[in-house]
């Protein structure tokens, strides 16, 4: 397995958050993707649906490191913990500033933190399974925009994206 460390002091520490969100959208990712148009529109596009649909992609690397990697997946719950960790004494503070000084809804926060633990699980069990959705989320994150819902049926579709 690969360290979650590793992943958040390389990558996830160096993110200059939301700092590119209202600017064109310049990354290359493996998702068709809209532009919306303001911090409003990503309230109300996360909600249940787009939550719901995270779960269910989440649920799917689960289910197939249960059926492929027992082994390795026993080690689930102890790398989630060290990578919560890693996030509540780390960037999920910053987060959290940025959230209540621009009045935005406290779905957009839990929405963030739910991305990064699944891009870091998604890193972690790489050797065992290929990198997913998670992991275009969270090069949204490293371009300075933040993805905020799904536009159509999934697997088609179109990732929003502020």
């Given at each position: 397995?690969?360290?979650?460390?590793?992943?958040?002091?390389?990558?996830?520490?160096?993110?200059?958050?939301?700092?590119?969100?209202?600017?064109?959208?310049?990354?290359?990712?493996?998702?068709?993707?809209?532009?919306?148009?303001?911090?409003?529109?990503?309230?109300?596009?996360?909600?249940?649906?787009?939550?719901?649909?995270?779960?269910?992609?989440?649920?799917?690397?689960?289910?197939?490191?249960?059926?492929?990697?027992?082994?390795?997946?026993?080690?689930?719950?102890?790398?989630?913990?060290?990578?919560?960790?890693?996030?509540?004494?780390?960037?999920?503070?910053?987060?959290?500033?940025?959230?209540?000084?621009?009045?935005?809804?406290?779905?957009?926060?839990?929405?963030?933190?739910?991305?990064?633990?699944?891009?870091?699980?998604?890193?972690?069990?790489?050797?065992?399974?290929?990198?997913?959705?998670?992991?275009?989320?969270?090069?949204?994150?490293?371009?300075?925009?933040?993805?905020?819902?799904?536009?159509?049926?999934?697997?088609?579709?179109?990732?929003?994206i502020f």
């Amino acid at each position: 397995m690969k360290s979650v460390k590793e992943f958040y002091d390389e990558k996830i520490a160096k993110i200059d958050w939301f700092s590119n969100c209202g600017n064109e959208i310049n990354i290359i990712t493996n998702l068709d993707f809209i532009h919306v148009n303001k911090w409003r529109d990503v309230e109300k596009n996360i909600n249940s649906n787009w939550d719901n649909l995270k779960l269910h992609i989440r649920n799917s690397l689960t289910s197939s490191l249960h059926e492929n990697w027992r082994e390795e997946y026993r080690e689930w719950n102890n790398i989630t913990l060290e990578a919560k960790s890693l996030l509540k004494n780390g960037v999920l503070n910053e987060l959290s500033t940025f959230i209540q000084e621009n009045k935005l809804k406290n779905s957009v926060y839990e929405s963030v933190e739910w991305d990064l633990l699944t891009a870091m699980m998604e890193y972690a069990y790489s050797p065992y399974v290929k990198l997913g959705f998670h992991t275009e989320l969270f090069k949204v994150y490293e371009s300075g925009h933040i993805p905020c819902g799904w536009k159509g049926k999934w697997p088609q579709g179109s990732l929003l994206i502020f």
